[in-house]
């Protein structure tokens, strides 16, 4: 139901843009957010929007360095990372819904020299 791509190989620095497509629930409707798991740790919150994409949340670490966004006509979920750092090196997963209803497969982000 929700299917990550854009992941990849980065240096620190860089950017890189992950995408997610939505389909089999009313992703117009829909709170969505990424999370993240780096190896060996917990999954971690990483940014947050509302159905109408008027409200945007950032965990501290990644304000003012990545930006989420959606498409509601195109069921899509983006989130643009600038000035990416090794510490950001993980499985980014886009996930729906109010109860964390709806999880996609994740997309490797992998930030090195």
């Known amino acids: 139901q929700l299917q990550a791509s854009g992941g990849g190989l980065v240096q620190p620095g860089g950017s890189l843009r992950v995408s997610c497509a939505a389909s089999?629930?009313?992703?117009?409707?829909?709170?969505m957010r990424w999370v993240r798991q780096a190896p060996g740790k917990e999954f971690e919150w990483v940014s947050g929007i509302n159905a109408g994409a008027g409200s945007t949340y950032y965990e501290d670490s990644v304000k003012g360095r990545f930006t989420i966004s959606r498409d509601n006509a195109k069921n899509a979920l983006y989130l643009q990372m600038n000035s990416l750092k090794p510490e950001d090196t993980a499985l980014y997963y886009c996930?729906?819904?109010?109860?964390?209803?709806?999880w996609g497969q994740g997309t490797q982000v992998t930030v090195s020299s």
């Open positions: 996930v729906g819904g109010d109860y964390y209803d709806y």
């Open positions: 089999g629930f009313t992703f117009s409707r829909s709170y």
